[in-house]
């Protein structure tokens, strides 16, 4: 009796154990953070390429007081943040991105690069944001790459464009 008692408590718990089995939920991959960097060749001095770098970081963020963190202008380094994105005033939505960028020149070269792992997307929807991990898919990652290119491309053509028609 005690044996049939025993085995009908085993197979009990056997078949409660297979009920209260989590199912395995299916996991999306993550994308991972990355430098996105884009060195420019250029004829320009160390020097030059330091002051047009100064000046690009004024015109594409509007004030390069709030902005610049740290410059050395021996050294050739400028650190700073910054917010890149769209802004869709017609429907009243906005993705922006806060991202900490880093210029670094040096004579016939500049280099500028920005670490995905430091940005964070904000969504305004009706003037309300909304913070969102970039790195939750790979739609997301590149929605911000999109961004940091077209801030690259002003970047270069900042310093590649002679300003000599004033």
Known sequence: MKKLEIGLFAVGMFFLSCNTVPQKEEILPRAQPEMLERI????????????????????????AKTVIDFQDKEAGSI????RIGNIDKENNISNLYDVLF???VKDNKARIQINSAEALE?????????????HKDDKSLDRFKFYVKS????????????????
């Open 102 to 104: 880093k210029i670094d």
């Open 151 to 166: 801030l690259y491309d002003s970047y270069e053509k900042a310093l590649l464009t002679k300003d000599e028609d004033w």
């Open 79 to 82: 650190i700073g943040k910054g």
């Open 122 to 134: 904000t969504f305004y929807i009706n003037d309300y944001p909304m913070e969102m991990d970039i």
């Open 40 to 63: 420019i060749e250029s004829q320009n001095t160390k020097e030059q390429l330091y002051v047009m770098s100064l000046q690009w970081v004024s015109k594409a963020f509007i004030s």
